[in-house]
């Protein structure tokens, strides 16, 4: 089944809720409903359009609608592939990180697109009224634009869009289930690759990236570096309003509870340590070598009730076939998922 796939996890959600204004809790309030009933009708926003059209290997075609702040997709054409920059910035932004996502899997892992075979690439902006998400529905990217005081723009952070558009790679590969272990396995593989779009664009080591994701979403007046920390999860923001970051890095703080799905977007925080430790050790630009291991995985090798223990498991051995078995990348992938208490 095709997941509708959030980059605000509830969990912040609710802290606007138990902690805001009455008009923050009112907002939030009217946004859950809102992706109550995106959820309700995912199939049929999926469907919209019929959205995902097939274009030549090595060549990108890119839509990004206007939604006019309805919650109707995909909305009103904007821009299209080849065509001039328009005055609206938001509609500017997904047209442009779209293409980086698109030029980073063709050009780093020889990838045709979202699905491999050339899937157009069409995103929706101006969605709802102060929306404060981005989600991948199914075929397409939609950006809310944020309500300025505890969220910016969400078509801003380049890694929040490869974030989003990944969930459309895992849902054609590996088709990780939404919950538990694979569910946040499949949270981890789109924060890797939204921080390695990021990361590529900037031409940033491992050593000098900041492993943030959103950094910038949030406003000045939220105290926060970003959504997560890959580097370090549980800091990522701790504010009044928003709580504080409740990412475990290692399996002795592993959530057992059964919020946001067994705790999709909690529990995300250990393997996605663990491939900041992995490219980290490995070093040098990590979508080359570590990027590639956890590709091959996602692509070729993992289930879609995967663990971590399968995931750390299948990242070693794909570690040692691309790169020399028992050799130092091998290793450290090993000690990576060690470090983090998924393997002894």
Not at 34 to 41: A, C, F, I, N, Q
Not at 295 to 317: H, M
């Amino acid at each position: 089944m095709r997941q509708l796939s959030f980059i605000v996890p509830p969990h912040i959600q609710k802290e606007i809720i138990r902690n805001g204004t009455a008009a923050e809790r009112e907002l939030m309030l009217q946004q859950l409903s809102v992706s109550e009933m995106l959820r309700g009708r995912r199939q049929v926003l999926a469907e919209s359009g019929a959205l995902a059209v097939a274009a030549p290997p090595g060549r990108k075609r890119r839509a990004v609608y206007d939604a006019g702040g309805s919650e109707q997709l995909p909305g009103i054409l904007a821009r299209e592939e080849g065509s001039r920059a328009t005055h609206d910035r938001a509609v500017n932004e997904a047209y442009i990180s779209s293409g980086r996502m698109y030029d980073f899997m063709s050009k780093t892992y020889g990838r045709n697109s979202i699905d491999g075979r050339g899937m157009r690439l069409d995103s929706s902006v101006h969605f709802g009224v102060r929306y404060d998400n981005a989600f991948w529905n199914g075929s397409q990217m939609v950006y809310g634009d944020g309500d300025g005081r505890i969220f910016n723009r969400f078509t801003k952070c380049i890694d929040v869009v490869g974030h989003e558009l990944t969930h459309g790679v895992t849902q054609h590969e590996a088709g990780l289930e939404y919950q538990g272990q694979p569910g946040a396995l499949n949270e981890s593989f789109s924060d890797v690759f939204g921080s390695l779009l990021k990361q590529w664009v900037k031409k940033e080591s491992a050593a000098r990236a900041d492993w943030i994701i959103g950094a910038g979403l949030f406003t000045r007046r939220i105290r926060a570096a970003g959504l997560r920390s890959m580097k370090a999860p549980g800091t990522a923001y701790d504010d009044p309003l928003v709580g504080r970051d409740p990412q475990p890095a290692h399996m002795n703080d592993y959530y057992q509870g059964t919020d946001d799905n067994g705790g999709v977007h909690i529990n995300s925080g250990i393997p996605n340590r663990a491939f900041y430790l992995a490219a980290a050790a490995i070093g040098g630009n990590a979508w080359k070598k570590a990027g590639r291991i956890w590709y091959v995985a996602l692509c070729d090798r993992l289930k879609r009730r995967a663990s971590f223990a399968g995931a750390a498991r299948i990242t070693a051995a794909v570690a040692g076939e691309l790169y020399g078995s028992g050799g130092k990348v091998e290793q450290a992938v090993k000690n990576a998922w060690k470090q983090v208490g998924v393997i002894k």
